[in-house]
Structure formats: structure tokens, C-alpha cells
């Protein structure tokens, strides 16, 4: 699977052990920055991992920043991504079961390295249920289009 990660100063430390986590599925991962504690702005680094995930050069996308938030909403504002910004395992199971996530947002600051682990872990690997929840995701398809 391929999958493009990227945050921004405030969570590099983070997003350095997410890729740990994502080489236990031989992930081909496509880090888009940032690589450092010089500041940067989320929404540039969300629109970087959105355009792999809408063009199709990606899978999903893993975006992280200081809480999450800030990179979660600027990630959500692109045509044909679902982020979901998860803090714990059910949720992130949730947003690939009945949501079919496209996009993963965590918080550097406030997550730690091992919970980080088990739900990039749990959203991995749950796959979408379909069915019922396949139509809510036509409706959500159809709001971008209003």
C-alpha cells in the first residue's frame, strides 16, 4: 500500500515513529515534509498529502500536527478526502469501518508515541464495511458538491 505522510513542526518526532509502525506493513511510504522544527504552516503540508490521495499516487494519507486539529480541518476542506482525526483505537477503526478514512490526522502534542502506534496499527487494517454506511458517504459526496 502506498501511503503519503506528512506534518508539520510540531510533530516531526511523531511522524518519524508512524513510520516505523507503517514499515510493519511494507508500506511504501512518501513523506512530504516537513523535516525539521523550523515552522511551517499545516494547511500547506495537508494539501500535499490530500493531492497524493485525490490523484490516486497514494492509497491514504497520514496527516500530523501539534493537536491534530488545525492539519484535520485543512485536510477536510479538499474535494474526495475523509480525514478523521483520531486520539484513540476505536475511533480510528470507526473512521475505516463507517467512514472509509482516506486520510488519518493525529497530534503530536498530545498523543504518545505507543498509542500512536496501535491506532495507526488498528487503521491499517480495518477495512470499509459498505453497505448502509456506503450511502452516507454519497451524501457527504454530494455536500462538496454544493
Known amino acids: 500500500m502506498k501511503i503519503t505522510i506528512g506534518s508539520d513542526h510540531a510533530a516531526?518526532?511523531?511522524k518519524d515513529e508512524v513510520k516505523k509502525v507503517l514499515a510493519e506493513f511494507d508500506a511504501e511510504?512518501?513523506?512530504v515534509g516537513t523535516f525539521g522544527t523550523?515552522?511551517?504552516d499545516y494547511p500547506d503540508i495537508a494539501e500535499k498529502v490530500c493531492a497524493d490521495v485525490t490523484s490516486g499516487k497514494s492509497e491514504r494519507g497520514i496527516v500530523i500536527c501539534g493537536t491534530g486539529i488545525g492539519i484535520s480541518i485543512a485536510a477536510n476542506k479538499i474535494n474526495g478526502i475523509r480525514c478523521a482525526l483520531c486520539g484513540d483505537v476505536y475511533s480510528a477503526k470507526m473512521?475505516?469501518?463507517?467512514n472509509n478514512a482516506n486520510v488519518l490526522a493525529m497530534g503530536g502534542?498530545?498523543?504518545g508515541y505507543g498509542l500512536a502506534g496501535e491506532i495507526?496499527?488498528?487503521w491499517m487494517t480495518t477495512e470499509?464495511?459498505?453497505g448502509r454506511h456506503q450511502i452516507r458517504l454519497d451524501k457527504i459526496a454530494?455536500?462538496?458538491?454544493?
Open 120 to 122: 495507526v496499527r488498528a
Open 128 to 130: 470499509f464495511a459498505g
Open 38 to 40: 523550523d515552522r511551517v
Open 95 to 98: 473512521s475505516r469501518e463507517h
Open 109 to 111: 502534542r498530545v498523543l
Open 142 to 146: 454530494a455536500l462538496e458538491k454544493k
Open 12 to 14: 516531526t518526532a511523531l
Open 29 to 31: 511510504i512518501n513523506d
